[in-house]
């Protein structure tokens, strides 16, 4: 092997002057991800100073997922404000660093619309998720979604023969469901639901990309699989009777 400025060349390739450079950046600025991080944090933050440091319970009741019926009384943006909820600092850190991990990996497989497409449809399943399993349990937080990432990146890798990375990424998602189920705080409905609307919507998604379908077509595909998600949320709800609240 003969060295050079970067690895290795074979004598062939070196001496029948073959090997190639090709300039470009390096991976595409994950925009998305950052723009859903400033949405999240900016929300939690005003709650909290709104609340003269400390968290209005108030505020979380009214826009988190305090329970059925979604379909009476204007409270169907339940199903989306209760993902950009968090009840404390703590609660907005983890989900935060974990979007900030796994974000840039979906977004720069997907591209940003799809990514966020996928983002906010693992959002509605995480909702109908946890009205479905539990619906007079108060939920608030973007788990839903961020197990919807890691679902979807686990699909993305094992789809593009990374499956070590697949293996890994699984490894994460089964731990943190043996957590989910373990820690009687956590939404099992929600987790679990946002991780299959992930993995449903990231499956329709990666033969698209290989075929070279346009864009739009996700998206639609995603516009559908929302509202059959929305529709679901609301369902749920309307089979329960009244929070106390």
């Known amino acids: ?29 994950p925009v998305a991800t950052k723009a859903l991080l400033v949405v999240n944090v ?16 108030a505020v979380l009741i009214d826009f988190g997922l305090a329970g059925p019926p979604l379909d009476v009384n204007g409270e169907a943006y339940r199903i989306l404000t209760s993902g950009v909820l968090h009840d404390g600092l703590f609660h907005l850190g983890v989900n935060m660093y974990s979007l900030w991990i796994v974000g840039p990996l979906v977004e720069r497989a997907l ?11 693992s959002l509605i399943a995480g909702s109908f998720g946890a009205l479905l399993v539990d619906p007079l349990s108060f939920t608030v937080g973007a788990s839903g979604a961020i197990f919807g990432l890691f679902g979807a990146a686990t699909v993305i890798a094992l789809a593009s023969g ?42 329709a998604f990666v033969p698209q990309i ?36």
């Open 42 to 57: 900016a929300i939690s933050l005003a709650v909290i100073v709104s609340g003269g440091g400390a968290l209005p319970t």
């Open 111 to 121: 591209g940003a619309s799809r990514f966020i497409a996928l983002y906010f449809a």
């Open 162 to 203: 990374n499956r070590d990375i697949g293996k890994g990424l699984g490894a994460i998602v089964g731990i943190n469901l043996v957590l989910t189920f373990a820690v009687p705080v956590l939404s099992i409905g929600g987790h679990v639901g946002g991780l299959l609307g992930g993995v449903a919507l990231a499956g």
């Open 1 to 29: 092997m003969t060295q050079a400025s970067v690895g290795f060349h074979c004598p062939e390739c070196t001496s029948s002057g073959r090997q190639q450079v090709h300039r470009g950046p390096i991976a595409v600025d």
């Open 210 to 245: 290989r075929a070279k379908r346009p864009e739009w077509e996700s998206l639609a595909v995603a516009m559908l699989l929302v509202a059959f998600l929305a529709a679901g949320a609301l369902w749920a709800g309307s089979q329960w009777p009244d929070p106390l609240f």
